[in-house]
């Protein structure tokens, strides 16, 4: 679903990545760790296709970095949630415009977002909250809501971007426990993260830890060995 | 095309201070355009109803006969840069100088013969009515044995075309330099309309959305913002008109087309203004 094949990607003044591969499928959940800088935002931006490597592939779900025309990135989107540090919602919309958001661009119906809505702020424990402003929810709860808006098209790959960065202990706890779920259902997660406790906590993940560009820990390499 | 029209509403109802300002500004750029509009059409109805007293006076010889008379009327309407061609009698051409200069009617009545000739009032067809042409219907005239004399008032039809072309030059000047202004104002306006929602377009690439569907409520609210400037300069326009007309001086408002032209232009401009301001963000993401 996910393969980086050799991944190099320079930029005016520094190189990003040098020489990153790795391949996941779906429903596995990975970590991306590492210091500020080391790469984490970059493999993201790379998957979101909102940048293209200097050399080597990036593909994900059938599509190749390499060859995607623009129209096709934006229906590669589609199917993958993107969840950031400071949430980015929409402040002057609802949770419930939020979500909906995302899937008036595929040209549902509106009857079919009302219901979808619903179901997926029920699904993020945010049903009661549906009219309210982010201005008016905590900062865990804001997050739940971007959770929502990027399960609304049933994604392949949900990427998070320091996703807990901004959130005390116990949302922290509850937003992390939603991407195992969702990694249950069988959406690949790739989490980037500075918090290495939350790491310790998943034994079953897949961590890549980055430094300089380059993978220097994967945990499934010495599983393997 | 529903979605871009609900999205476009919306945010007219989202951020309503904004969009007030965006028409204002827009307004009050084509405010400036609307009153030059007023100024050059006036202007213009001042130049066409002095140009409409252009008259070419064929003044004929007493030893004229009336068949002659009648051949030259004939020759000169015949040409195409004639409209029409009156024939003054020299009791006619009396009558008429007793009633224009009635402080003179004692020496007119002193008078044992009539001294005024006969004429031929020339008139030209308007799409000929340049000094150039002017100057050769007369000169056609001119040329008949039985003509005496002809008058056009040659210096000041000189002025007149002289005083057209500068007034022609200057609103085709005056008019690009205001659009352009107003366009570039315009554009500004809704740049900035468009920043506040910045976050919005990268959100919207965020989620997938495609160019297109970005696009289409941007394009409407800079439509619609246009209108709303367009409609607001219109009625500035006819406010200051109101004020000015009758009291200041004379004026005539301008006609329906040049109105529908402003509005659409205004509308116009705004989508334009939208559209370039939009592909920035959209390329960029």
């Known amino acids: 679903m996910i393969r980086f094949e050799n991944v190099v990607k320079r930029y005016a003044r520094a190189t990003a990545l040098d020489g990153v591969s790795f391949q996941l499928g779906k429903g596995d959940f990975c970590f991306l760790t590492g210091h500020s800088g080391a790469g984490k935002s970059t493999v993201l931006r790379l998957l979101h296709m909102a940048e293209r490597p200097t050399s080597g592939d990036v593909r994900v779900s059938g599509y190749s970095a390499s060859k995607v025309r623009r129209r096709d990135i934006a229906r590669l989107r589609r199917k993958i949630g993107y969840v950031f540090q400071d949430f980015r919602l929409l402040q002057d919309r609802t949770a419930a415009e939020n979500v909906a958001f995302a899937l008036e661009v595929t040209g549902a119906k509106r009857s079919e977002i009302r219901t979808r809505v619903g179901r997926l702020l029920s699904h993020v424990g945010l049903a009661a909250k549906s009219g309210a402003l982010p201005s008016q929810l905590s900062g865990g709860e804001q997050q739940r809501v971007a959770v929502a808006r990027a399960l609304a098209n049933d994604p392949l790959v949900l990427l998070a971007d320091e996703p807990t960065g901004n959130l005390d202990e116990r949302a922290t706890r509850g937003v992390y426990e939603l991407f195992r779920e969702i990694s249950a259902a069988g959406t690949a997660v790739v989490f980037a993260t500075h918090d290495l406790e939350l790491v310790r906590r998943a034994p079953f993940a897949r961590v890549l830890e980055l430094d300089h560009g380059k993978i220097v820990f994967d945990s499934a390499a010495r599983g393997a060995a | ?285």
């Not at chain 2, 919306?10 to 007023?38: D, K, N, Y």
């Not at chain 2, 000094?131 to 040659?154: K, L, Q, S, W």
């Open chain 2, 1 to 285: 095309m529903i979605h871009a029209l609900r999205e476009a509403l919306a945010a007219f109802r989202r951020a309503p201070l904004l969009t007030a300002l965006s028409a204002a500004m827009i307004g009050l750029s084509l405010l400036v355009v609307g009153l030059f509009g007023v100024a050059t059409w006036n202007v213009n109805r001042v130049l066409d109803e002095v140009e409409d007293r252009v008259e070419i006076v064929a003044y004929l010889r007493d030893s004229a006969s009336p068949r002659e008379v009648t051949g030259l009327q004939e020759a000169l309407v015949e040409r195409p840069d004639v409209a029409e061609v009156f024939y003054v009698s020299r009791e006619q051409a009396l009558q008429v100088a007793r009633r224009d200069m009635a402080e003179f009617d004692s020496i007119f009545s002193s008078l044992d013969t009539n001294p005024l000739p006969a004429s031929l009032e020339i008139r030209m067809v308007p799409a000929y009515r340049d000094a150039d042409g002017v100057r050769a219907v007369a000169a056609a005239a001119g040329e008949a044995p039985i003509v005496e004399d002809v008058r056009f008032g040659a210096d000041w039809l000189d002025k007149v075309f002289l005083l057209r072309r500068v007034a022609g030059a200057a609103s085709v000047v005056l008019g690009a330099t205001f659009g352009l202004v107003a366009a570039l104002i315009i554009g500004a306006a809704v740049r900035i309309s468009i920043f506040a929602r910045k976050e919005e377009i990268e959100i919207m690439h965020l989620v997938g959305a495609a160019d297109r569907f970005i696009r289409g409520p941007f394009l409407l609210e800079g439509l619609f913002t246009g209108m709303l400037g367009g409609g607001a300069a219109l009625g500035a326009t006819f406010v200051v008109y109101r004020v000015l007309s009758g009291r200041v001086v004379e004026l005539a408002w301008i006609p329906v087309e040049w109105v529908a032209i402003g509005l659409a232009a205004g509308a116009l401009l705004g989508m334009m203004a939208s559209a370039v301001a939009v592909r920035r963000y959209l390329r960029t993401a």
